[in-house]
């Protein structure tokens, strides 16, 4: 499973994009990336999950370049209800034992 | 459409005593998972299982704590004679083939005094 490493935490104001990077260095060919979303009490919330390029949902966008080495999720326009732990995962389409580090800490201030 | 489902929500616990968590998951998922937390920590696996089969258990402590998923009815991750280290935050999550995303329920959080 590849090792994924994100920043502790990140601060950002009401109504900016925010972005959060991942890096993947030893991403295997059949690994897809995937982020979860977790508040606090709560159980973590899948956001998006892609293989290459770029995926857009009604939540976020995912943008992984041609090497794959890292991924960047990006959140439009956030609001304070988005102030949550952000975690990326890395792991083929067979794997099953998730492995989350400490994740992102993402505060967003008024 | 239900999402997982996870009881009770929490639960306090003396030393000695046993805890029973419960999962149901998501409508027509077969494939469970069950994953413990300690405070400012990523989530752990723990184990996997279908229907009435343990898949992986190799998360589980090997001592007290033990998993089924039967055929009716929801997982039960049963943790017995808790001890204060066992106070964690317990979440299942579901699938509907074990290739496919998980998704958690809301969790169980174990306080045991």
């Known amino acids: 499973l590849a090792k994924t490493t994100q920043p502790i935490s990140m601060d950002s104001y009401e109504g900016q994009e925010v972005n959060i990077t991942c890096s993947h260095n030893n991403i295997a060919t059949n690994d897809y990336i995937t982020w979860y979303q977790q508040f606090p009490s709560q159980g973590p919330r899948f956001i998006i999950q892609g293989y290459k390029t770029k995926v857009t949902n009604e939540v976020a966008s995912l943008f992984i370049p041609a090497d794959r080495k890292s991924s960047t999720l990006s959140l439009p326009r956030v609001s304070l209800s988005d102030t949550a732990v952000y975690y990326c995962l890395v792991a083929s389409s067979g794997t099953y034992k998730y492995i989350f580090g400490t994740g992102t800490r993402l505060k967003v201030l008024a | ?113």
């Open chain 2, 1 to 113: 459409n239900a999402g997982v489902m996870q009881n009770p929500r929490h639960l306090v616990r003396r030393r000695g005593q046993e805890a029973r968590l419960r999962c149901s998951p998501m409508k027509g998922h077969s494939h469970v998972y069950w994953y413990r937390q300690l405070p400012e920590e990523g989530l752990k696996f723990m184990v996997y299982l279908q229907k009435e089969n343990i898949i992986d258990e190799s998360g589980m402590p090997k001592e007290r704590f033990s998993a089924e998923f039967p055929k009716e009815g929801p997982s039960i991750l049963r943790i017995q004679q808790v001890v204060r280290g066992d106070s964690a935050a317990y979440f299942c999550a579901s699938s509907s083939t074990g290739e496919e995303t998980q998704y958690f329920g809301p969790g169980t959080r174990l306080l045991v005094l």
